[in-house]
C-alpha cells in the first residue's frame, strides 16, 4: 500500500494524466468490442458533469478516476485506473475511497459503475465487491449483455 498518496482535483491538463487516460482508453479497446467502450476521453472528462481525480506519489502518477452526477441522488463511477507500475499497490481502493467521500459529500444516496465480465476485468470486479458493490440492472445507457456489468452501492 502506497502510504504518501495524494488525490486531488485535477484539471486533466498534464502530460502524464493524459498519457494514463489515453492507456486506459487504448486497454479498453483491446479487452472490449467498441461498440462496449464506455470510457470516456479526456474531452468528455472536462465537462461539469464530471468530476476527475489524480492520484500522486509523490511527483509520479499513481491512478486517476472520476465521479458523474447522474442526478441529485445517483452518482456513476468513471476511468478509475492505477499506473501499469501502481497496480497491485492499493491505488484503485484509495481512490475508490476519495470517490465514494465525494459521493456522500455530495448527498448521493447511489453510486454506480460499468465495467466488463471477461477476465482482464476480474480485478476491479473484486475491488468493487470487497467495498460493498452488487450487480445490477443497467442504467443511464447501458446494456444488458454477457459483456456488460453494472454494479450499485447504496451510500
Do not use: N
Not at 5 to 27: K, N, S
Not at 53 to 61: K, P, R, T
Not at 77 to 90: H, I
Amino acid at each position: 500500500m502506497i502510504e504518501t498518496l495524494t488525490i486531488v482535483p485535477d484539471d486533466l491538463t498534464g502530460e502524464q494524466v493524459l498519457a494514463l487516460l489515453q492507456l486506459h482508453l487504448d486497454e479498453m479497446h483491446q479487452w472490449s468490442p467498441a461498440c462496449k467502450v464506455h470510457a470516456m476521453p479526456a474531452e468528455r472528462l472536462r465537462e461539469s458533469d464530471v468530476t476527475f481525480f489524480s492520484a500522486w506519489d509523490g511527483e509520479h502518477l499513481a491512478g486517476c478516476g472520476a465521479i458523474k452526477h447522474l442526478d441529485e441522488t445517483h452518482g456513476e463511477l468513471k476511468s478509475m485506473r492505477a499506473a501499469p507500475e501502481y497496480r497491485g499497490k492499493g491505488v484503485g481502493k484509495a481512490i475508490l475511497l476519495r470517490l465514494l467521500e465525494e459521493a456522500r459529500r455530495r448527498g448521493y444516496r447511489r453510486v454506480s459503475l460499468e465495467t466488463g465480465r471477461p477476465e482482464p476485468f476480474r480485478a476491479a470486479q473484486s475491488l468493487y465487491a470487497a467495498h460493498g458493490f452488487t450487480e445490477c440492472a443497467p442504467f443511464g445507457d447501458y446494456v444488458s449483455d454477457e459483456f456488460s456489468l453494472c454494479m450499485t452501492k447504496e451510500l
